[in-house]
Nanobody
Framework: QVQLVESGGGLVQAGGSLRLSCAAS????????MGWFRQAPGKEREFVAA????????LYADSVKGRFTMSRDNAKNTVYLQMNSLKPEDTAVYLC??????????????????WGQGTQVTVSS
């Protein structure tokens, strides 16, 4: 069982930056993938970024490439999402997710078993 707790959301102006954190309880196995997804009002949940826990390999949605960076701190069992050059269309609830026994990095929402409660990110124009 893994519990995920996100933090770091807030209100920021367009062009600004925020850093989200997701702390995982318990030990994260080396086979795990950690992901960030987001859901805006009236829209479906969408993939943002993922990281392979063992290697640090990352995967990004096209809409955030070059602006967002996902990283991990093994010692703290925490992943981060550094978000720069934020746009109003980035406004959403951002959720952290974990897939504990992964064979490869993935953007597929259905592969992630554990989810956090989410943190609100609002970007004003």
């Amino acid at each position: 069982q893994v519990q995920l707790v996100e933090s770091g959301g807030g209100l920021v102006q367009a062009g600004g930056s925020l850093r989200l954190s997701c702390a995982a309880s318990g030990r994260t196995p080396s086979s795990a993938n950690m992901g960030w997804f987001r859901q805006a009002p009236g829209k479906e949940r969408e993939f943002v970024a993922a990281i392979r826990w063992s290697s640090g390999r990352t995967l990004y949605a096209d809409s955030v490439k070059g602006r967002f960076t996902m990283s991990r701190d093994n010692a703290k069992n925490t992943v981060y999402l550094q978000m720069n050059s934020l746009k109003p269309e980035d406004t959403a609830v951002y959720l952290c997710a974990a897939e504990l026994r992964a064979f490869g990095i993935t953007a597929a929402e259905t592969r992630y078993t554990y989810w956090g409660q989410g943190t609100q990110v609002t970007v004003s124009s």
